[in-house]
């Protein structure tokens, strides 16, 4: 900002001396002639147009030529003319005229030999040609200036698109990667709980069994989904299926409640419904593991441009070596650990904070609406 503050300054006073020295150069000229004088100055005041309409700026100078003191404000139009047609063939047109207009006296007051009429023609010739030639020169630099910014920037997006394509290709065959190799081994093991529940005759075994088969379809179904390979449809980690979740670490032993005000109420986008699922499920899995017993309250909240999720625990009532580890891993397997929940709440543009509470442990993480 502050070079085009200091610009600005400089642009005015150059227009302003660009009409003030052919002024200043009429009235200093020793010349005699009211002719000369007056249409000289009109030349000049001309130049205020030059801008707007450069060649209605060059016709008010034509006077001027032809009373030889329209010079001066003659070279600023010629210029500002070869900016602004600087790849019109007109442009060689009005030179032409300049010229011949300067001339035209010559040829009628004064009879000169012809090497003379030679020299003063080729004079008259550069000193209208020089002025719009530097025009030219200088509005081609301009728009080849131009040209190589929007080359350089079309080239860096090219570049950022190539780099963005070999990136997803490379996500893509990860993806397959994992699937096919991680799925595998999940779907056997699915398949082996099944077989186990179907064949073993003690009720805990088989139950256990049960829960590991169930997980392990959900980590199929969570793995298939976070790839990309099954339709946001069947995504089952949303926000739509805190209910399941809750309920399916009641049925661990979790003393947990679920205070809903929002999810049902408002559209939430895959990437929020996903994070807030993943906010009930680490608290969930991190009482389980480390305050077992304890009494859980899940609250969702939401206002005009926030939504809070608040997962909050009292004290521990149970001793941790006597919960079976089955019972913990049941509830759900988290993510990265708050770390990454973390990472994935600020992607989002919200936040996430843990904190000791009263007597237990409090997650609360707030996601802006208005970003969905």
């Known amino acids: 900002m502050s070079g085009l503050a200091g610009l600005r300054p400089r642009r005015l006073l150059?227009?302003?001396?660009?009409?003030?020295?052919?002024?200043?150069?009429?009235?200093?000229?020793?010349?005699?002639?009211?002719?000369?004088?007056?249409?000289?100055?009109?030349?000049?005041?001309?130049?205020?147009?030059?801008?707007?309409?450069?060649?209605?700026?060059?016709?008010?100078?034509?006077?001027?030529?032809?009373?030889?003191?329209?010079?001066?404000?003659?070279?600023?139009?010629?210029?500002?003319?070869?900016?602004?047609?600087?790849?019109?063939?007109?442009?060689v047109g009005w030179v032409s005229l300049a010229a011949i207009t300067a001339l035209l006296p010559v040829l009628i007051w004064q009879s000169l030999p012809l090497n003379d009429l030679a020299l003063t023609l080729t004079f008259v010739l550069i000193a209208a040609g020089s002025p719009a030639v530097i025009g030219t020169l200088i509005a081609t630099r301009a728009q080849l200036t131009t040209s190589m910014r929007r080359l350089q920037d079309a080239t860096e997006a090219e570049l950022s698109a190539k780099v963005e394509t070999a990136r997803a290709e490379e996500r893509a065959r990860i993806a397959r990667e994992i699937h096919d190799a991680v799925g595998h081994h999940v779907t056997l093991i699915a398949v082996e709980a099944a077989?186990?529940?179907?064949?073993?005759?003690?009720?805990?075994?088989?139950?256990?069994?049960?829960?590991?088969?169930?997980?392990?379809?959900e980590a199929l179904g969570e793995m298939r989904s976070t790839l990309g390979l099954a339709s946001e449809e069947r995504d089952s980690a949303g926000a739509r299926a805190i209910p399941e979740l809750v309920a399916r670490a009641q049925r661990s032993g979790v003393r947990v409640v679920l205070s809903d005000e929002c999810s049902e109420a408002v559209q939430l986008s895959s990437g929020v419904s996903r994070a807030v699922y993943r906010v009930v499920q680490e608290a969930l899995t991190n009482v389980s593991k480390h305050a077992p017993g304890a009494e859980v309250m899940v609250e969702l909240t939401g206002s005009d441009d926030r939504l809070q999720v608040v997962v909050r625990n009292g004290a521990p009532t149970l001793d941790l070596r006597a919960v079976p580890v089955g019972d913990a891993a049941d509830v759900g397997r988290g993510g990265s650990g708050l770390a990454g929940l973390s990472e994935r709440v600020r992607m989002l543009g919200g936040t996430l904070e843990a904190a000791p509470a009263a007597e237990g442990f409090e997650l609360r993480a707030e996601l802006p609406l208005s970003q969905l």
């Open 14 to 91: 150059l227009d302003a001396l660009a009409v003030l020295v052919p002024v200043v150069v009429v009235l200093l000229a020793q010349n005699g002639s009211t002719w000369a004088l007056v249409t000289g100055l009109i030349a000049s005041a001309g130049l205020l147009l030059r801008h707007w309409s450069p060649r209605l700026a060059l016709v008010l100078c034509l006077p001027g030529l032809a009373g030889g003191l329209g010079w001066a404000a003659a070279f600023v139009a010629l210029f500002r003319l070869g900016q602004a047609r600087s790849q019109s063939w007109w442009l």
């Open 195 to 217: 077989a186990m529940a179907a064949n073993s005759a003690e009720p805990d075994v088989r139950d256990s069994a049960i829960r590991v088969r169930g997980l392990a379809k």
